[in-house]
């Protein structure tokens, strides 16, 4: 595979004699945030977070995301946070796209590049800071855990995108690949947060229709995404989010390798009763 890149929001203001409409698309099945939305206008700040700032991308809503909540956060220098999760059901996946984090998970501290991942089990306490002479930005996935009858819950790891050996899906060799972060195997995860790999030309062959949730933050390249009855442009930076049983299929384009960083629910029963 070419060289690994990972788009980070650099935020700042719009140019004022741009147009007012972009890409950004919100239906009941599918919603695109593209890249150039995320500018200091629509970022959030934190209760418990010094020098930080996110841009939310997803959260639990009528009509959207019905599981989780995902942010790009971005740290200045010396920024922290000592208790970032105010829910203690809660486990999490960060994902480093620039710069250098320190993230302490118990009495463990961890040095974090671009490429870095981690899985914070609910209950975990952790913290993470800046010190970097420049900023730092990460993808925070959080999703309130979902206990099973008989099954342990998952242990914390930290671990990192070059240390994967990608996945060759369904004989497509190394055209289409998934990083793999746990094993699909492993009851005790309720979540997989991989990385989904296309070489230049590569392809998902029919429209996957199915009953996982997905987000779906591009890190590299650029593609055509089918979603619902619509084909999308895509690119490094944009944000998706795919309802269950969304339709969806894609193709990569350029000649960089189109990579994106997946959530989707897995490995419980749905719940009969309609939230």
């Known amino acids: ?39 200091d206008i629509v970022a959030s700040f934190l209760p418990g977070w010094t020098g930080a700032r996110a841009w939310i991308l ?6 959207f995301a019905e599981t989780f909540a995902e942010y790009v956060v971005e740290l200045i220098p010396g ?14 996946v960060i994902f480093v796209l620039r710069g250098d984090l320190e993230l302490q998970i118990g009495e463990t501290r961890y040095r974090m590049t671009p490429g870095g991942y981690a899985y914070i089990a609910p209950g975990e306490e952790w ?21 099973a009858p ?13 240390d994967i050996e ?40 029919f429209a996957e229709t199915h009953v996982m949730e997905h987000g779906l933050y591009v890190l590299q390249g650029r593609g055509v995404y089918y979603l619902n009855e619509d ?12 309802r269950a049983f969304c339709p969806q299929a894609c193709y990569a384009a350029g000649d960089v390798p189109f990579r994106y960083l997946l959530y989707k629910d897995v490995n419980r029963h749905p719940d009969l009763v309609l939230q």
Not at 58 to 63: D, K, M, T
Not at 130 to 147: A, L
Not at 151 to 161: C, G, M, N, R, Y
């Open 166 to 205: 990608p996945t060759e899906m369904h004989g497509h060799g190394k055209v289409w690949t998934t990083t793999r972060f746990v094993d699909p195997g492993d009851m005790s995860h309720d979540m997989h947060v991989n990385i989904v790999n296309f070489e230049p030309g590569g392809n998902i062959p």
């Open 79 to 92: 920024g922290l946070s000592d208790k970032p999760e105010p829910d203690p059901g809660a486990q999490a």
């Open 58 to 63: 997803a959260r639990p809503l009528s009509g």
């Open 231 to 242: 084909w999308v442009e895509v690119e490094e930076g944009d944000f998706l989010w795919l």
């Open 150 to 162: 008989g099954v342990d819950t998952p242990a914390s790891f930290v671990t990192h995108d070059d």
């Open 1 to 39: 595979m070419s060289q690994r890149t990972y788009h980070a929001p650099r935020g700042g203001l719009p140019n004022p004699r741009t147009r007012a409409h972009d890409r950004s698309v919100f239906t009941n099945a599918y919603a695109v945030i593209p890249r150039g939305v995320m500018s």
């Open 127 to 147: 913290r993470v800071m800046n010190r970097h002479d420049d900023k730092t930005n990460f993808i925070w996935i959080r999703k309130r855990y979902v206990p």
